[in-house]
């Protein structure tokens, strides 16, 4: 059984930085973190791969976030830079079933078997 635990949201200005964790306890073959901001519908952020390590990223956040995990793959790390207004929404980790082909879909909420409980980030202007 995968279970996952964020952390690391809170409140920020605009152009500030933050960082998650996700505490993960189990196997997967992929990890990803999800968002879903004020009226909007969830929407994959960025993804790992338990094996290679082969990221993902939606455009509009890459080159100011970055997705890594660590050797003992228990720990899943968003670091994002230069926030912005628009970033603001509550944020969930979620893994990929061990088994699964990692990458494809990657941004598709159903590839995704569990789900942590989230932790909000807020960006003021």
């Known amino acids: 059984q995968v279970q996952l635990v964020e952390s690391g949201g809170g409140s920020v200005q605009a152009g500030g930085s933050l960082t998650l964790s996700c505490a993960v306890s189990?196997?997967?073959?992929?990890m990803a973190w999800f968002r879903r901001g004020p009226g909007k519908e969830r929407e994959g952020v960025a993804a790992i791969c338990a094996g290679a390590g082969d990221t993902f990223y939606i455009d509009s956040v890459k080159g100011r976030f970055t997705i890594s995990q660590d050797n003992f793959k228990t720990t899943i790390t968003l670091k994002m830079i230069n926030l912005e207004p628009s970033d603001t929404g509550m944020y969930y980790c979620a893994a990929r079933p061990r088994f699964a082909t990692c990458g494809p879909r990657w941004a598709l909420p159903e590839s995704y078997s569990h789900w942590g409980q989230g932790t909000q980030v807020t960006v003021s202007s």
């Open positions: 189990g196997y997967y073959s992929g």
